[in-house]
């Protein structure tokens, strides 16, 4: 069985940091790139970070770059977001999201999310 699932959410004052994991399990979790997906109240979801197989190479949305960092421990089978001067407009429910595509095949799996509030 499938699971993802994200914790470190919470509420934090502009200026603060918050560290998300990701916890997975039952498909290999090496062989799929990771990413975190975020949705604010009444907006559509938005990709913020990605991180491939490896670990080696990672993207970063614009509003995030320079503040987000991306990390993943394939030991562990777990995915990390450190969030750093954070800011009210970053609040929103966090997913992680695994992708792995073949020629045949798209695999996709989502956790339930993890809410990240920023307000003083």
């Known amino acids: 069985q499938v699971q993802l699932a994200e914790s470190g959410g919470g509420l934090v004052q502009p200026g603060g940091s918050l560290r998300l994991s990701c916890a997975t399990s039952?498909?290999?979790?090496?062989?799929?790139?990771m990413y975190w997906v975020r949705q604010a109240p009444e907006k559509g979801l938005e990709w913020v970070s990605a991180i491939n197989t490896d670990g080696t190479t990672t993207w970063y949305q614009d509003s995030v770059r320079g503040r987000f960092t991306i990390s993943r421990d394939n030991a562990k089978n777990t995915v990390y977001l450190q969030m750093n001067s954070l800011k009210p407009e970053d609040t929103a429910v966090y997913y992680c999201n695994a992708l792995r595509s073949g020629p045949r095949d798209v695999y996709n799996y989502w956790g339930q999310g993890t809410q990240v509030t920023v307000s003083s």
């Open positions: 039952g498909f290999t979790f090496s062989t799929y790139w």
